[in-house]
């Protein structure tokens, strides 16, 4: 079965603090997204990556960065964090192939910025 | 620029039938995606066109027309386990970095006894 796995489903930090959300995909994908989800908002893309050590910014980069050093694995990281980014953060990834063209997400890890 | 529409809400009763529009203007076009999205879970897939017509997949069909800009999802024999959120999403061009989905803000869909 296919599996998009995040680190943590939620999380509690204080201004300031920075803060990493780990995801790890198990399907070989070469793409792999970062999307943040708010209500009325949808979901945004926030950064994405295509290939290793690639990464692209999506519609609402500011306040984050990514790190993608293995194929399997995209990290988003807040490096000061503030009451705006509390929010769902949902990992996806997809692949270039020819295989099926949808996005596996996994289960999203609620962030909340005190 | 780029822009999803799609209904903020909808209600249908249980057993009928119901439609979800979406309309989009984008940067290129490889393919809609219909998405579903129960409260408090991950999004899960339900269907994808890149050519125009429909797409039957069980209870669910999906339509696309690329001169329209217009896509809708069709529910049928709708179940109370239907109740969910229905996201629209568009893929720009095809290859490398424009393989990234542009989504909808989603139509929140209220099945009724």
Redesign the interface.
């Given at each position: 079965d296919v599996k998009v796995t995040q680190s943590s489903r939620y999380l509690v930090k204080r201004t300031g603090e920075k803060v990493f959300l780990e995801c790890v995909q198990d399907m070989d994908h070469e793409n792999m997204f970062w999307y943040r989800q708010d209500p009325g908002l949808g979901l945004r893309l926030i950064y994405f990556s295509y290939d290793v050590k690639m990464k692209e910014k999506g519609d609402i980069p500011e306040g984050y960065s990514v790190s993608r050093e293995k194929k399997e694995r995209f990290s988003l990281i807040l490096e000061s964090a503030s009451t705006n980014q509390t929010s769902m953060y949902l990992c996806a990834s997809s692949s270039s192939g020819g295989g099926s063209p949808e996005l596996f997400f996994g289960e999203g890890s609620r962030l909340t910025v005190l | 620029g780029q822009n999803i529409d799609q209904p903020t809400e909808m209600t249908a009763t249980e057993g009928a039938i119901v439609q979800i529009n979406c309309t989009y203007q984008t940067s290129g076009f490889n393919?809609l995606?219909w998405y579903q999205q129960h409260a408090g879970?991950?999004?899960?897939?339900l269907s994808?066109n890149v050519l125009d017509g429909l797409e039957e997949k069980g209870r669910f069909s999906s339509f696309l027309s690329r001169s329209k800009g217009y896509s809708y999802l069709l529910l049928k024999e709708l179940q109370m386990k239907d109740s969910a959120s229905y996201?629209c999403?568009v893929?720009g061009l095809r290859?490398?970095?424009t393989?990234?989905?542009?989504?909808?803000?989603?139509t929140l869909l209220a099945v009724q006894p």
């Open positions: - | 393919g995606f879970e991950a999004p899960t897939f994808y996201l999403a893929r290859g490398g970095a393989n990234k989905l542009i989504f909808g803000t989603g």
